[in-house]
């Protein structure tokens, strides 16, 4: 099983920062299988980066992916205030089971 | 629009069975494989089992197989989990999932591209 380590698990920055939120894997990753998710309390998640790098329809430019092998990265260029939430990497690749990173939070400073 | 509205979520005691279902809607159901895809109360998100398009190939998380069958009725636009055997760490959120495979420019791609709503498993006595 492939292991997702999030670091940090919480972020406090305030709205027009920078987020730098990193993802682990305990073996090397496909970048095609590594997407980026955003949930925020009470609702299901959305796809926000597929491939490491794509962004999904509808999300903004200042969502970014980034990595290859073990160490994938998502920024966010300028926080807003929307974009306070909790992010979830995930690896969908040939072998199940297929996991996701336990989460960074990402909060108002 | 791809909708996707789970339902059959509820209170159960340990050792129960319950039987979720997701009505699916705004794409070709057949063609797409689904996934069950948990949440417990505070914590992460954990894939719990996957059903390929046709219904013929089904994957599981070790720690569900043997108790939750997955299957799909594509007559209905419906996919299924059935829970036996239920045990408090069952508790969570179920939320269905639409995965997106496809291959471009010599890679190929899989995520979760819709997710439903979710529906609350509680497993207690």
């Known amino acids: 099983e492939i292991v997702l380590t999030q670091s940090p698990g919480t972020l406090s920055l305030s709205p027009g920062e920078r987020a730098t939120l990193s993802c682990r894997a305990s073996?090397?990753?496909?970048?095609?299988?590594l997407a980026w998710y955003q949930q925020k309390r009470g609702q299901a998640p959305r796809l926000l980066i597929y491939?490491?790098?794509s962004r999904a329809t509808g999300i903004p430019d200042r969502f970014s992916g980034s990595g290859s092998g073990t160490d994938f990265t998502l920024t966010i260029s300028r926080l807003e205030p929307e974009d306070f939430a909790v992010y979830y990497c995930?690896?969908?690749?040939?072998?199940?089971?297929?996991?996701f990173g336990r989460g960074t939070k990402v909060e108002i400073k | 629009e791809v909708q996707l509205v789970e339902s059959g979520g509820g209170l159960v005691q340990p050792g129960g069975s319950l039987r979720l279902s997701c009505a699916a809607s705004?794409?070709?159901?057949?063609?797409?494989?689904m996934s069950w895809v948990r949440q417990a109360p505070g914590r992460g998100l954990e894939w719990v089992s996957e059903?390929?398009?046709?219904?013929?190939?089904?994957l599981y998380a070790d720690s569900v197989k043997g108790r939750f069958t997955i299957f799909r009725d594509n007559s209905k636009n419906t996919l299924f989990l059935q829970m036996n055997s239920l045990r408090g760490e069952d508790t969570a959120v179920y939320y269905c999932?639409?995965?997106?495979?496809?291959?471009?420019?010599?890679?190929?791609?899989?995520?979760?591209?819709?997710w439903g709503q979710g529906t609350l498993v509680t497993v207690s006595s």
């Open positions: 999932a639409k995965a997106t495979k496809f291959c471009s420019g010599g890679s190929c791609y899989q995520y979760f591209q819709h």
């Open positions: 705004g794409f070709t159901f057949s063609s797409y494989a």
């Open positions: 059903v390929s398009g046709s219904g013929d190939s089904t």
């Open positions: 073996q090397s990753v496909s970048s095609s299988y």
């Open positions: 491939g490491a790098s």
């Open positions: 995930h690896q969908y690749g040939n072998s199940p089971p297929w996991t």
